[in-house]
């Protein structure tokens, strides 16, 4: 793989333009309807009291950040490798490519974290014996194994008022897992591949994609990631780990004095305890070693990538940049707190329950109104509850994965309260004009 064809610069002469392509990905992504919708969705704390802790759009504008910074840096030193393609590109469109991906990357997330995932795909294999009989074996994989970043390349892709006609580079970027729900698992130990990323509604699609950028080809369906890639999986990666650690801290999950020590260790030399102790505030004390530790990650993400950027071009190095860099051990250690402290506390619990019910429930009253040859009188109610575009839809297409497809990006595209609002009013939990 190269350069110019990934950034398809061919196509997107950016040099020198006030507004990119790349600069318009990002403008559509921010404003468009599904992400909004990420600052009603749970990050890991179900709608909390305390200030500055995180919901679904917090965390994807911060990890959108640290995505610019790790393009930028990157770009600075490839094009210096690279001189033909100062003609077209510069070190900002590396930055936006990455920040846009960045931006975007939970977009297909349903509400109640990674539970409404979950909740999704147990539904269908709850149900495998009434319903998997109507679909191949690769329709099938798709709906039990429900993949918010699949769901975000289809919404990304959307045809309609929805579509965002975003550049092949920004997809691509965003695309961690390029491959389908069903394959062979012959390149299962490359990271890559451990999930999938697009659904087979969007297998030609992403086809299309991979050939315009020539990314390189492991089998029919599975290619190498687009080296970008790399960038918004490192950005999540290090917000994940490092500001969850501080909403832990803030809510009294895990100690203050924890949490300075685990700071310390990604932050290394740098870390001067005598400074911070001048710090009064113990909530900005951990507000700035936050800071530090995501500087020292950024700084460190940059040096591997560059690095190994031949091996990333010619597809061989396939690892996830924060399980290599140096502070690996430190960021372990994180892992294995928040873990313990953070995403097994009684309030994250509760609303994974509560995301297994709704989102359950959901699907037990719309799936039967979509998918029945003879829908009976209660189908046919819960049926008219959808919205007008969305049995529009539905009703264009006599292909029945395809109408279940359209049902999913439904469920999965409400958020938490609106989830829950409408799994009340269908099971009679609260009624219209009623306290």
């Given at each position: 793989?190269n350069w110019?064809?990934?950034?398809?610069?061919?196509?997107?002469?950016?040099a020198?333009?006030?507004?990119?392509?790349?600069d318009?990905?990002?403008?559509?992504?921010i404003?468009?309807?599904?992400?909004?919708?990420?600052?009603?969705?749970?990050?890991?704390?179900?709608l909390?009291?305390?200030?500055f802790?995180h919901?679904?759009?917090t965390?994807?504008?911060?990890?959108?950040?640290?995505?610019r910074?790790?393009?930028?840096?990157?770009?600075?030193?490839?094009l210096?490798?690279?001189?033909?393609?100062?003609?077209?590109?510069?070190?900002?469109?590396?930055?936006?490519?990455?920040a846009?991906?960045?931006?975007?990357?939970?977009?297909?997330?349903?509400a109640?974290?990674?539970?409404g995932?979950?909740?999704?795909?147990?539904?269908f294999?709850?149900?495998?014996?009434?319903?998997e009989?109507?679909?191949?074996?690769?329709?099938w994989?798709?709906?039990?194994?429900f993949e918010?970043?699949?769901?975000?390349?289809?919404l990304?892709?959307?045809?309609?008022?929805?579509?965002?006609r975003?550049t092949e580079?920004t997809l691509?970027?965003f695309?961690k897992?390029?491959?389908?729900?069903?394959?062979?698992?012959?390149?299962k130990?490359?990271r890559?591949?451990?999930?999938?990323?697009?659904?087979a509604?969007?297998?030609?699609?992403?086809?299309q994609?991979?050939?315009?950028?020539?990314l390189?080809?492991?089998?029919n369906?599975?290619?190498v990631?687009h080296p970008?890639?790399?960038?918004?999986?490192?950005?999540?990666?290090?917000?994940?780990?490092v500001?969850?650690?501080?909403?832990g801290?803030n809510?009294?999950?895990?100690?203050?004095d924890d949490?300075?020590?685990l700071?310390?260790?990604?932050?290394g030399?740098?870390?001067d305890k005598?400074?911070?102790?001048?710090i009064?505030?113990?909530?900005?004390?951990?507000?700035?070693?936050?800071?530090?530790?995501?500087?020292?990650?950024?700084?460190?993400?940059?040096?591997l990538?560059?690095?190994?950027?031949?091996?990333?071009?010619?597809?061989?190095f396939?690892?996830?940049l924060t399980?290599?860099?140096?502070?690996?051990?430190?960021?372990?250690?994180?892992k294995?707190?928040?873990?313990e402290?953070?995403?097994?506390?009684r309030?994250?619990?509760?609303?994974?329950?509560a995301g297994f019910?709704?989102?359950?429930?959901?699907?037990?009253a719309?799936?039967?109104s979509?998918?029945?040859?003879?829908?009976?009188?209660?189908?046919?109610?819960?049926?008219?509850l959808?919205?007008e575009?969305?049995?529009?839809?539905?009703?264009?297409?006599?292909?029945l994965?395809q109408?279940?497809r359209?049902?999913?990006?439904?469920?999965?595209g409400?958020?938490?309260?609106?989830?829950?609002?409408?799994y009340?009013?269908?099971?009679g939990i609260?009624?219209?004009g009623?306290a």
């Amino acid at each position: 793989m190269n350069w110019p064809d990934l950034l398809n610069v061919s196509k997107n002469q950016t040099a020198g333009k006030a507004r990119t392509s790349f600069d318009r990905d990002y403008d559509r992504i921010i404003f468009s309807h599904p992400f909004r919708k990420l600052q009603d969705k749970t990050q890991v704390h179900p709608l909390p009291e305390q200030d500055f802790v995180h919901n679904r759009l917090t965390h994807s504008l911060e990890v959108s950040s640290v995505g610019r910074s790790l393009g930028r840096l990157v770009g600075e030193q490839v094009l210096e490798r690279s001189a033909g393609l100062k003609n077209h590109l510069n070190a900002h469109d590396f930055g936006v490519i990455v920040a846009s991906a960045s931006l975007a990357h939970d977009i297909g997330n349903p509400a109640f974290g990674h539970s409404g995932e979950e909740a999704i795909s147990e539904y269908f294999i709850t149900n495998s014996s009434l319903l998997e009989s109507h679909f191949t074996e690769q329709q099938w994989n798709d709906l039990i194994k429900f993949e918010g970043n699949a769901q975000g390349y289809r919404l990304l892709n959307k045809s309609g008022y929805q579509g965002l006609r975003l550049t092949e580079p920004t997809l691509a970027a965003f695309t961690k897992y390029p491959r389908p729900s069903k394959v062979a698992d012959s390149f299962k130990p490359r990271r890559s591949q451990k999930k999938y990323g697009f659904y087979a509604s969007e297998q030609e699609v992403f086809s299309q994609m991979a050939s315009t950028l020539n990314l390189k080809a492991l089998s029919n369906h599975q290619w190498v990631r687009h080296p970008l890639a790399f960038l918004v999986e490192a950005a999540d990666d290090i917000c994940y780990h490092v500001i969850d650690l501080e909403d832990g801290c803030n809510l009294g999950l895990v100690a203050h004095d924890d949490t300075v020590e685990l700071y310390a260790g990604v932050i290394g030399d740098r870390f001067d305890k005598k400074k911070l102790n001048n710090i009064k505030s113990k909530n900005e004390q951990i507000s700035i070693l936050r800071a530090l530790a995501i500087n020292e990650l950024i700084e460190q993400s940059v040096a591997l990538f560059l690095d190994n950027e031949s091996g990333i071009l010619e597809g061989n190095f396939d690892y996830s940049l924060t399980d290599v860099i140096s502070a690996k051990d430190y960021l372990e250690e994180i892992k294995k707190v928040s873990v313990e402290k953070i995403y097994r506390c009684r309030t994250v619990l509760e609303i994974e329950a509560a995301g297994f019910t709704v989102i359950d429930g959901l699907l037990k009253a719309f799936v039967p109104s979509v998918i029945s040859e003879q829908p009976s009188r209660h189908d046919k109610i819960n049926y008219r509850l959808l919205p007008e575009d969305v049995k529009t839809e539905i009703g264009t297409t006599e292909d029945l994965y395809q109408k279940i497809r359209s049902l999913l990006d439904f469920i999965s595209g409400l958020t938490d309260s609106s989830a829950m609002n409408l799994y009340r009013k269908i099971t009679g939990i609260s009624l219209p004009g009623r306290a």
